[in-house]
C-alpha cells in the first residue's frame, strides 16, 4: 500500500459516523420513606436500580420543604420527619452504588403535614416554591426531583393553568443544573398529565397497575394485567412521549378479595404466607366476579412486561423496592428481561 493510500482511507476512516452505544435501560425504585428509607435501602440490593425515588416529599404551607435540618413534610416510619442526616445518608449510600437519586413530590395521599399544592403552585405563590424545591436539591447533592402529584388534585390544579407552568420552572432550573425531572402518571381521564407538560420530563413513569383495588374496580379482575401495560404504553407514545423517555411502571404487590380481603401486600409477605410456588402465577384463588383471590404479577408476567418496556419505551418503574423477595428475585428477573 502507497502513502497515499494509507492517507485516503485513514481519511474516510475518521469521517465516518460513529456507531452509538446502545443506551441502557432505566430501572426506577421507588423508596417510601414511611416505611422507613434506611433499612428498606439497607435490605435492598441498590445495584439493580438506575435511579431511585425517595417518596414523598410535600412543601409545607409556607412552601418550605426543610427548615432547621429537617424535611418538612417527609413522614417516616415512626410519623417524624425525615432529617436531613438521614435524607444525605440515602444519597450518599445509592451514589457509592452508581445509582442516582431523586425525592418524589406529591403521592397518592397526600400528608397531613402538607400545604395545598393547588394554592402553592398559584402564579404568586409558584417562585417561592420552586426556588425551595432546587435547594433541597443543591443542598443534598440529589439528581433531580420526580412529580408524582394524582388523581383528583392533579386535574384541579391543571384546570387551573398551573400544572404545565410548575412543571416548566422546574425543567428550567433543573436543567441549568444538569439534573433530572421525572414524573408519574396514571392512564385514564382525571389521571394523567397534561401533553403540554410532556416535553418538560426527562423520563415518564406509567402507574400501569391498581386496575382493581379495595374499592374500585371491576370484581373479578386482575390489578395489573400485561394487556392494562400494553395498552398504557400505546396510549403514552400516542399521546407524544418519546420511547427514550417511557417507563412502564411493575407493581411489586398485589391484592385480595374476599376471604382474601386483607391480602394487600408484598410479594416478600405474600410469599411468606403463601409460599414460592405463587411466583409461578399471577393469582391465588379463583379469580372471578364474588370470588375469593389474590391478584399479583407472578415472574412470567414480569419477564413479559420488561420485554415490552424494552420494546416500546426504555426500562421500568417499581412500586416499591421493599416489596420484591428477600433475594431481591423479582428485580433481577425483570432486569434481566429488559436486558435480552
Not at 206 to 213: N, T
Amino acid at each position: 500500500m502507497n502513502t497515499n493510500h494509507a492517507i485516503l482511507i485513514a481519511t474516510l476512516l475518521a469521517t465516518q459516523p460513529a456507531i452509538a452505544e446502545p443506551k441502557a435501560p432505566v430501572v426506577i425504585g421507588y423508596v417510601p420513606a414511611f416505611k422507613g428509607m434506611g433499612p428498606i435501602m439497607a435490605n435492598s440490593d441498590l445495584t439493580q436500580y438506575t435511579h431511585l425515588n425517595l417518596s414523598f416529599v410535600n412543601p409545607d404551607p409556607t412552601g418550605a420543604v426543610a427548615i432547621n435540618g429537617a424535611m418538612t413534610c417527609m413522614p417516616d416510619s415512626g410519623g417524624a420527619q425525615v432529617t436531613g442526616e438521614a435524607l444525605r445518608t440515602a444519597v450518599t449510600l445509592a451514589h457509592a452504588k452508581g445509582t442516582k437519586v431523586l425525592v418524589s413530590l406529591g403521592g397518592g395521599i397526600i400528608p397531613q403535614c402538607s400545604g395545598d399544592w393547588r394554592i402553592m403552585l398559584e402564579p404568586q405563590n409558584l417562585e417561592v416554591v420552586v426556588a425551595d424545591l432546587i435547594k433541597l436539591v443543591d443542598d443534598y447533592g440529589l439528581d433531580g426531583l420526580d412529580v408524582d402529584i394524582e388523581g383528583t388534585l392533579l386535574t384541579e390544579i391543571d384546570k387551573a393553568g398551573n400544572y404545565t407552568p410548575f412543571i416548566k420552572a422546574l425543567s428550567e432550573a433543573l436543567k441549568a443544573r444538569g439534573k433530572l425531572l421525572t414524573c408519574a402518571t396514571a392512564s385514564y381521564e382525571g389521571g394523567m398529565i397534561p401533553a403540554s407538560s410532556i416535553p418538560y420530563f426527562d423520563l415518564v413513569n406509567v402507574m400501569a397497575y391498581d386496575a382493581i383495588g379495595p374499592s374500585w374496580g371491576t370484581a373479578g379482575d386482575e390489578h395489573s394485567p400485561l394487556s392494562q401495560a400494553e395498552r398504557d404504553m400505546d396510549l403514552w407514545r400516542a399521546r407524544g412521549v418519546p420511547k427514550d423517555k417511557l417507563v412502564l411502571g411493575v407493581p411489586f404487590y398485589g391484592y385480595g378479595f374476599g376471604e382474601y380481603k386483607d391480602g394487600y401486600g408484598g410479594m416478600r409477605d405474600l410469599i411468606a404466607r403463601y409460599g414460592d410456588d405463587i411466583l409461578k402465577a399471577d393469582v391465588i384463588g379463583k379469580r372471578c366476579g364474588g370470588c375469593s383471590y389474590i391478584t399479583y404479577n407472578g415472574l412470567e408476567t414480569l419477564q413479559k412486561k420488561a420485554k415490552l418496556a424494552a420494546d416500546k419505551g426504555t426500562g421500568i418503574m417499581v412500586w416499591e423496592i421493599s416489596q420484591d423477595t428477600e433475594d431481591h428475585r423479582l428485580i433481577k428477573t425483570a432486569k434481566a428481561a429488559l436486558k435480552e
